[in-house]
């Protein structure tokens, strides 16, 4: 009797330690296996991340994380620029001479812990803003989906997307969304277009049709074009041709325009034109 109990507490024993021992090799699996993927849980969200000196990239970038439900930072310069247009003017000239980019404050989020980063800026001299310029230096993104947004007085979404690129081979940098500053109240309905229809949140839209083929601009073409850009505080050229498209909204011409540079090369831009149903004639974006 005795024996058999002895037995019995052996067996036990032996089952104990068995499963003790199993639980520790699982225990060490997993730990091994939570190593191997780099530990860090990446975050689902998007991080949008920005710089703005007078409130206009800021705007946008609270529409865009309204939107996406994404994160936020803004970016800061240790020394902030001024905010005066001049002024900044003369800093962000003598930097780029210099080839100097301004200190920023280190940055809260991870980086790590994002695929899809949205970053945001003003354009300055037809580029990103200089604080981008030292993100750019310091951060290569690799492996990152990189979304760029900017504001702008006139244009630079395209040059300050192929400046992008280049300063950044290990990221993917998307085609971004750029708006002027004068229409930054336009870019929540442009915003949802452009995250629908570039699947960076669920939905659909009402696809916008081709622009006509471009044409010789008529008298009446050419009194729109004024209406959309004589009051801008630069020239922006005569129109020369002009393609259309009907939306729900209005309608979208598509000019091109002749320019002299200070130099006196002649050039020509792309400038966009929108007249809601209604509304006055504005320009959405001039493309060099
Ligand atoms: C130093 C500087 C350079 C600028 N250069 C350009 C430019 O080349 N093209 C343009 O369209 N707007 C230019 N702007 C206008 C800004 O892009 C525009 O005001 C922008 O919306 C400001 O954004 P923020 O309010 O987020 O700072 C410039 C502004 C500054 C201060």
Redesign the pocket.
């Known amino acids: 009797m005795l024996s058999l109990n002895r037995f019995f507490v052996t067996i036990f024993a032996v089952k104990y330690l068995i499963q003790r021992i199993m639980t520790k090799i699982l225990l060490s699996l997993a730990a091994v296996a939570l190593l191997a993927t780099g530990c860090t849980k990446k975050s689902e969200k998007a991080l949008v991340l920005y710089y703005?000196?007078?409130?206009?990239?800021?705007s946008v970038a609270q529409e865009l994380q309204k939107q996406l439900g994404a994160d936020i930072e803004k970016i800061e310069a240790v020394v902030p620029y001024s905010g005066n247009?001049q002024e900044?003017?003369e800093r962000?000239r003598r930097e780029m001479q210099n080839g100097e980019t301004p200190a920023l404050k280190p940055l809260k989020s991870k980086l790590a812990n994002y695929d899809v980063i949205f970053v945001g800026y003003?354009?300055?001299?037809?580029t990103y803003a200089m604080p981008i310029a030292t993100l750019v230096k310091e951060n290569d993104f690799e492996g990152k989906t990189i979304v760029p947004f900017c504001?702008?007085?006139?244009?630079?979404l395209k040059s300050s997307t192929e400046a992008l690129r280049k300063a950044l081979p290990k990221a993917t940098v998307k085609t971004g969304y750029g708006v002027r500053?004068a229409r930054v109240a336009a870019a929540g309905k442009e915003l949802d277009r452009f995250l629908k229809e570039n699947g960076y949140v669920a939905g659909t839209v009402e696809p916008l049709p081709d622009y006509s083929a471009q044409q010789p601009v008529t008298d009446e073409e050419a009194a729109i074009f004024d209406a959309a850009c004589s009051n801008y505080q630069f020239p922006l050229g005569t129109p020369v041709t002009v393609g259309k498209r009907s939306t729900a909204d209005g309608t979208d011409y598509k000019f091109t325009a002749k320019s002299q540079g200070m130099d006196g090369t002649e050039s020509t831009s792309t400038i966009y034109v929108t007249v809601g149903k209604g509304a006055k004639p504005e320009f959405t974006e001039v493309v060099r």
């Not at 703005?52 to 800021?58: A, F, H, K, N, P």
């Open positions: 703005s000196e007078t409130g206009s990239t800021e247009f900044t003017i962000s003003p354009i300055w001299f037809g504001t702008f007085g006139s244009g630079g500053a």
